[in-house]
């Protein structure tokens, strides 16, 4: 009886983490939208001069990657185990994972050496394409995922 209600257990956990993952899909696509106006207010900030509130708004728009990075990896780690022997092609996801690492660590770079104009430029060119292609491909794959 008391493996009967362990393997309950454990379905009830797997299947409210499941769900749990998928509503987290659902927020990705508004917090993408959301990073993406921050970072334009960033730029807008460097831009203006403004570079005491601009180093503000930089660590905020870390800070929300970091976040970001976080809520997708653990979603992901919750969808592949549950398919887990299905097939799921998750190579489009590990190329933008890299992506994405490698555009953090050339912004660090860039703000470390304070190239005010090679920070904009990858915060413009390569941080904000690399979250549009999460929003148009990645996250719409994952969700189709749902009904599997």
Known sequence: MTT???QAS?????????????????????????ISAQITKLI????????DKANSAFIEVIDLMDLYIQLVSNVYQVIRKDFNGKSFKD??????????????????QAKEKEDIIMLCDLLEYEL???????????????KKLKNS
Do not use: M
Not at 13 to 22: C, H, I, K, V, Y
Not at 94 to 107: G, N, T
């Open 4 to 6: 009967q209600n362990s």
């Open 10 to 34: 454990s379905h009830t956990e797997s299947s409210s983490s499941r769900d749990l993952a998928f509503e987290s899909i659902d927020s990705c696509f508004g917090y993408v939208d959301y």
């Open 44 to 51: 807008a900030l460097y831009n203006a001069g403004e570079v």
């Open 91 to 108: 190579e489009s996801i590990q190329k933008l994972e890299i992506h994405l690492l490698s555009v953090l660590k050339a912004l660090l």
């Open 128 to 142: 904000v394409d690399n979250l549009t292609q999460w929003k148009i491909k990645v996250l719409p794959e994952l």
